[in-house]
Each structure stands twice: as structure tokens, then as C-alpha cells.
């Protein structure tokens, strides 16, 4: 009984030590997160997974980083490959928790990236599925603010491509699905009214007004995303290209 009980004492002791690991782990990553240093992020998120295997959370958190390393890199091998393993990591985390909206919604993420470096027929199979899984996340959460980002920029990016682009993908791979600049505004305006102080709704807000003809607001659109502290990895490149956009004006 004896032998038992101190059995029982160590192995919860070394329970107790292993989870403040995985706080740590947890709370350095944000940190590194927050400084916009992907690599530290992506190290310590990957050896939480190890100290905590099957977590949904860190998984999706990999694949958040593996997402966001494609920003530090130049190549498009690497920027690819970055992009394969967000989404295997995406994959990971919706199927250990399929009902939450961000994992749903890093699905939708990942395979909008991975459609730069696919051919025609996967961009547009990664488009619906971009759409679907929008929808799905903003359906458990409806004022999940990104979720109504990616849908609203899927909107107006659908809704802008040419009649001759959309003749031949309907003629060769089946159409899309309906689209319009009207509706990537309306879902870009909730995002920004659900997160006013996130700098990236702003910049794609102004993108959608510029596609559905409104050009004056959309300037003052960007010129509010710059105004914003960037708060996220994400927000830089935002910024980077609603000020590219200013200055085309």
C-alpha cells in the first residue's frame, strides 16, 4: 500500500511538472507570437506538441506559424512547403476537434495560400473549399470577426475575375460559386465592426471597396489600416499592401 501510494504521488508530482512545461512552452510562444518571430514561435509550439501530443490547439497553432513562416522566405519551394505543412497540421487539428470555428477557418486559410502555387484546376477546388469551411466556421461562431474576413475577401477576388477567366473556368472545370463585391463588403464591414482596431479588416475592406467601385472610401479605408498598431504577423503584410495601393493612387 505503501509502494503504491508514493507511486501515486510521484507520477502526479511529474504530471503537475510536465503541464507548467507545457504553460511555459504555451506562454513563451505567444510572446515570441507577438514580436512577429515566427521561427522562436514555430520551435516552441512544436516542442509543446511533443510534451502534449494530439492537442488540437497547439496544432492549430503550428499551423498558424507554418502559415506565417511563408512571410519570412523568398523561395517559392520553401514558401510551398511551409504551406503543406500549415494545412497537414490544419487537417491535424479539425480532426480532433471538428466543431471549432478556428480550426475550420485555418483550413479555409491554408488552402487559399496553398492555391498561389497550384495549377488551375487546384486553385479553383481550393476555392470552393475556402468558401465551404468560411461558411462552416461562421456558422458555430457568427461573429467570429476572420471568418467574415476570408469570406468577404472570397467575395470580392471570386466576384472580380474577368468574363473570359470565368467562360473558361466554367467551360473547363464546372463554374464557381456565386459571388459578388457587394457581399465581400458587407462581410468585410462586420469584421471590422466586430475587431475595429485590427489593421488587416481595414486594408482588405478597402480592397473590396476599390472592386465594388467605391474608390474614395476605399482610400479612407487604407489610410485607417495604417493609422493601426499591427497586432499580428498577418497585419504587416496587410499594411504593406494597402500603403502599395495609396501610393497607386
Not at 512577429?36 to 502534449?52: C, I, M, P, T, W
Not at 498558424?64 to 511563408?70: C, H, L, M
Not at 472592386?211 to 495604417?226: E, K, P
Request: hydrophobic share 45%; proline share 4%; glycine share 4%.
Amino acid at each position: 500500500m505503501r509502494l503504491g501510494r508514493l507511486l501515486f504521488f510521484f507520477f502526479a508530482g511529474a504530471a503537475s511538472a510536465l503541464a507548467a512545461d507545457v504553460a511555459q512552452l504555451l506562454a513563451d510562444a505567444r510572446a515570441a507570437e507577438t514580436r512577429f518571430d515566427s521561427k522562436s514561435a514555430l520551435e516552441l509550439y512544436l516542442a509543446a506538441d511533443v510534451a502534449q501530443p494530439n492537442d488540437p490547439f497547439i496544432l492549430q497553432k503550428i499551423a498558424r506559424q507554418y502559415s506565417d513562416s511563408t512571410f519570412d522566405s523568398t523561395a517559392l519551394v520553401e514558401q510551398k512547403k511551409f504551406c503543406d505543412l500549415a494545412l497537414s497540421y490544419a487537417k491535424r487539428a479539425h480532426a480532433l476537434a471538428p466543431n471549432n470555428a478556428v480550426n475550420l477557418l485555418s483550413l479555409a486559410i491554408c488552402y487559399a495560400k496553398i492555391g498561389f502555387y497550384a495549377d488551375n484546376k487546384t486553385k479553383i477546388a481550393n476555392s470552393r473549399l475556402v468558401k465551404d469551411y468560411a461558411v462552416a466556421a461562421l456558422a458555430l461562431d457568427p461573429d467570429y470577426s476572420y471568418a467574415h474576413h476570408v469570406l468577404g475577401q472570397w467575395h470580392y477576388e471570386v466576384a472580380s475575375i474577368n468574363a473570359t477567366t470565368r467562360f473558361l473556368v466554367r467551360l473547363i472545370y464546372g463554374g464557381l460559386p456565386a459571388a459578388s463585391t457587394a457581399d465581400g463588403v458587407q462581410h468585410l464591414r462586420r469584421a471590422v465592426a466586430l475587431d475595429p482596431q485590427n489593421p488587416s479588416h481595414h486594408a482588405e475592406l478597402g480592397f473590396a471597396l476599390g472592386s465594388d467601385g467605391q474608390a474614395d472610401a476605399a482610400q479612407q479605408t487604407f489610410a485607417r489600416a495604417l493609422e493601426l498598431p499591427p497586432r499580428d504577423k498577418h497585419d504587416l503584410q496587410s499594411q504593406a499592401r494597402a500603403r502599395a495601393a495609396l501610393n497607386r493612387s
